[in-house]
């Protein structure tokens, strides 16, 4: 699969596909049934996206809230049958765009779209000028087609939204976000040398930055782990938080992987949420501590066993 940095200048071999049009953050149902609607017979399927998302270009000093890094969205595009992701870039000129403009510039004389799929609620242009109605009009003036994907629901009639998600994460329910993912949410990242505490106590952890990720609740969970180049998901155990016991810091993923003992320092991994357990809490002592993460391991191997 390609992956274009930009709409301009593109070869031949890039133009012309059938474009999935919105932002694809974590890949929901939503999102998967504007894909297969850009599946249409003669042209590749294409994926055009925003990046940065608009909102991080309108709202820099947000909190986290990706759901996927730019890379792992890609991957999972590619493994629904994406030939190429264009990656469209939000800055003052895109942000600046009315709707025909973006409909010409970027749709027409950039990508050479034959076809688009959008979702009902889709909005572009200059304050969120155009819709999906406008995009049909203008679609029909640049020659090419366009469908809109109508809602749909995800459990218990709630829309499936990346909002959605987020809300559950930052609720501590990752079994929700999995419903409306179709999977268990994931946080990756390299594997970084922290203050190196837990192997004094009996539990070494690999600890990831989430960066730009969503954060979810802070507190632990039952994970499973997967180390780049490896095919095996691991069990273990994680807490998400500032630590509060042994000094506040900025929030750091700290994974104990069960029945593990290898130096995987500057690796990288994937630290799927399964369950949530208890909240972040500050202990009377270190020993208090140590005695609710045995606690806190043991609930996990149970939870994990339950959630086979």
């Known amino acids: 699969m390609a992956v274009h940095a930009d709409y301009r200048n593109l070869p031949d071999s890039a133009r012309g596909y059938s474009v999935a049009l919105g932002n694809f953050d974590g890949v929901h149902p939503g999102h998967r049934a504007v894909i297969d609607a850009a599946r249409v017979e003669g042209p590749s399927l294409g994926i055009a996206t925003f990046e940065p998302p608009p909102r991080a270009y309108f709202r820099p000093n947000d ?3 990706r759901l996927y ?13 994406a030939k190429a992701v264009f990656e469209l870039p939000f800055n003052g000129q895109m942000a600046s765009m009315t709707d025909e403009e973006f409909c010409r510039h970027v749709l027409h004389e950039g990508l050479g779209v034959s076809h688009v799929a959008v979702g009902f609620d889709f909005r572009f242009g200059r304050g969120r000028m155009g819709d999906a109605d406008r995009l049909s009009s203008l679609g029909r003036s640049f020659g090419f087609d366009v469908t809109v994907v109508e809602k749909v629901e995800g459990p218990e009639a709630i ?8 809300e559950a994460l930052i609720a501590g329910d990752p079994q929700r976000a999995a419903e409306m993912l179709g999977h268990d949410w994931i946080a990756d990242g390299h594997v970084e040398k922290g203050e190196q505490r837990g192997r004094t106590i009996g539990f070494p952890t690999a600890n990831i930055r989430l960066g730009p990720l969503i954060h979810p609740r ?3 969970y039952a994970v499973r782990v997967r180390i780049a180049g490896t095919g095996d998901w691991l069990d273990g155990v994680a807490n998400f938080g500032r630590t509060p016991t042994t000094g506040l810091r900025d929030p750091l993923l700290e994974t104990y992987i069960f029945d593990f003992d290898r130096d995987i320092y500057g690796q ?8 949530f357990q208890r909240a972040e809490a500050h202990f009377p002592s270190l020993d208090d501590m140590v005695e609710q993460m045995h606690r806190d391991k043991d609930e996990a191997r149970r939870l994990l066993s339950a959630a086979q």
């Open 159 to 166: 829309k499936a939204s990346s909002t959605a998600i987020r």
């Open 69 to 81: 890094r730019p890379a792992r969205r890609n991957e999972r595009l590619m493994e629904l049958g």
């Open 63 to 65: 909190p986290p809230f």
């Open 218 to 220: 802070h507190g632990v």
């Open 268 to 275: 990288y991994i994937e630290v799927a949420l399964v369950r």
